[in-house]
Nanobody, 125 residues
């Protein structure tokens, strides 16, 4: 399984970005998906998760109401729409695959099996 993330960049505070993550393989619809981020000198943290069908989602408190995770199983792609960005959102953002026996939302990096290379998001004040 290979993941490739796109869409990072430099944006002013209050702006928006949309991250995309394309996953190789034929069984994307059986994967739970998540987004994590890691700021300099900080640990990787959970941002958002989405279930296999896309019917269930959840977010870190710090991004609730501003970020939206979604997926298109036909395109094997998961998205993270980020609005009202703040300087504290600056980080490398990673998408991840949770190969699941049963559908669930996964919140811990240890639950994920495959990771993308990361895409830098920088929010200027």
């Amino acid at each position: 399984v290979q993941l490739q993330a796109f869409g990072g960049g430099l944006v002013q505070a209050g702006g928006s970005l949309r991250l995309s993550c394309t996953v190789s393989g034929r069984t994307f619809s059986s994967y739970g998906m998540g987004w994590f981020r890691q700021a300099p000198e900080k640990e990787r943290e959970f941002v958002a998760a989405i279930s296999r069908s896309g019917g269930s989602t959840d977010y870190a408190d710090s991004v609730k109401g501003r970020f939206t995770i979604s997926r298109d199983n036909a395109k094997s792609t998961v998205y993270l729409q980020m609005n009202s960005l703040k300087p504290e959102d600056t980080a490398v953002y990673y998408c991840a695959v949770d190969v699941q026996v049963y559908s669930r939302l996964s919140y811990y990096s240890s639950e994920y099996d495959y990771w993308g290379q990361g895409t830098q998001v920088t929010v200027s004040s």
